[in-house]
């Protein structure tokens, strides 16, 4: 069983930064990728970052060069720092983590970019 906890979320103005954190409880072994989606209102949930546990990252075409994903093995955290903020990144931020190819998520954190 692997619970996510998320942290991080709030209220920036364009051009602001935001850092995400996720940390993630688990019930014996590891977790393998962790991410990041996000879901505007009226749209679907999509990716926004990705990153295995041997570091290997993918990133959102939207997001590349903006958006850092880091994670730390040791405490099972991940991490998204949000640079150069734009409106249209206005989302709910779910934390999401694969465990023997069960899909975990956690409750959603609000990030507001203000124009």
């Known amino acids: 069983q692997v619970q996510l906890v998320e942290s991080g979320g709030g209220l920036v103005q364009t051009g602001g930064s935001l850092r995400l954190s996720c940390a993630a409880s688990?019930?014996?072994?590891?977790?393998?990728?962790m991410g990041w989606y996000r879901q505007a209102p009226g749209k679907q949930r999509e990716l926004v970052a990705a990153?295995?546990?041997?570091?290997?990252?993918n990133y959102a075409d939207s997001v590349k060069g903006r958006f850092t994903i880091s994670r730390d093995n040791a405490k099972n955290t991940v991490y998204l720092q949000m640079n150069s903020l734009k409106p249209e990144d206005t989302a709910v931020y779910y934390c999401?983590?694969?465990?023997?190819?069960?899909?975990?998520w956690g409750q959603g954190t609000q990030v507001t970019v203000s124009s």
């Open positions: 990153i295995t546990r041997g570091g290997t990252t």
């Open positions: 688990v019930s014996g072994g590891y977790i393998n990728a």
């Open positions: 999401h983590a694969d465990r023997l190819g069960y899909n975990y």
